[in-house]
């Protein structure tokens, strides 16, 4: 079964630009969760997606948005950049059966830089 | 609130040798999830093992065991034999079984290094 992947695995981009990144979950899950994570602030929860629903926010301003296709797989954005949001953007996925482990499988990242 | 604390941001083992990383949470649900993750250089996050709050026996996964003190709220990695490729950050994280959502809180991490 084929992991978590994410597009692109690099980027750089100016402040003021956006950015899209996309992940697809592990084939069957329906729950996708986005973290960031800089050497500053380490592993931050963003947001997790149920069956196109987001479910829970983390606290980042309304910048960073996402969203869910009925497939599972799921974007994130982030509109005009600023030089902080330069991070490793984590997604992962999990079967979320009520009752279970909830263990989520991460994807490779996409390393964003922001000059 | 929920909050991982992991008080070690440096380890280092002899190879072959066993190693314990701390990690004490904070929680005030009742059910809840405790995770490891190992983060190599690449940046991936590998999934080690996991221990559910009503869970009576700790976890093992191969070399890696979990060591679940509820009333202290602890929740210890010990990884066996060590391995130069077991190199990396390790991450301990919680979830809550609380709501619907699914998120972890994770802590700062430690990084281990193992010596050959």
């Known amino acids: 079964k084929a992991g978590v992947t994410q597009t692109p695995r690099y980027l750089i981009k100016t402040r003021g630009q956006q950015v899209t990144l996309s992940c697809s979950p592990i084939?069957?899950?329906?729950?996708v969760s986005w973290y960031q994570q800089t050497p500053g602030q380490g592993l931050q929860f963003l947001f997790e997606?149920?069956?196109?629903?987001?479910?829970n926010k983390g606290n980042f301003p309304g910048r960073f948005s996402g969203r869910q296709f009925s497939n599972s797989r799921s974007e994130m954005n982030v509109s005009t950049l600023e030089l902080g949001d330069s991070a490793l953007y984590l997604c992962?996925?999990?079967?979320?059966?009520?009752?279970?482990?909830?263990?989520?499988?991460f994807g490779p990242g996409t390393r964003l830089t922001v000059l | 609130a929920q909050k991982i604390t992991q008080t070690q941001p440096g380890m280092f083992v002899q190879e072959k040798e066993a190693v314990t990383l701390d990690c004490t949470y904070d929680?005030?649900?009742?059910?809840?999830?405790l995770f490891w993750y190992k983060q190599p250089s690449s940046g991936e996050m590998i999934f080690l093992i996991y221990?559910?709050?009503?869970?009576?026996q700790n976890a093992t996964e191969g070399r890696y065991s979990l060591n679940f003190q509820k009333a202290r709220k602890s929740a210890n990695l010990v990884i066996s034999a060590s391995q130069l490729g077991d190199s990396a950050m390790y991450f301990c994280?919680?979830?809550?079984?609380?709501?619907?959502?699914?998120?972890?809180?994770f802590g700062s991490g430690t990084q281990l290094t193992v010596l050959p």
């Open positions: 992962a996925s999990s079967l979320a059966i009520a009752g279970g482990s909830n263990e989520q499988f």
């Open positions: 084939s069957g899950h329906r729950s």
């Open positions: 997606y149920f069956s196109e629903t987001q479910r």
């Open positions: 929680t005030s649900d009742q059910s809840y999830g």
């Open positions: 221990q559910g709050s009503y869970d009576e």
């Open positions: 994280a919680m979830s809550s079984f609380s709501g619907s959502a699914r998120q972890l809180t």
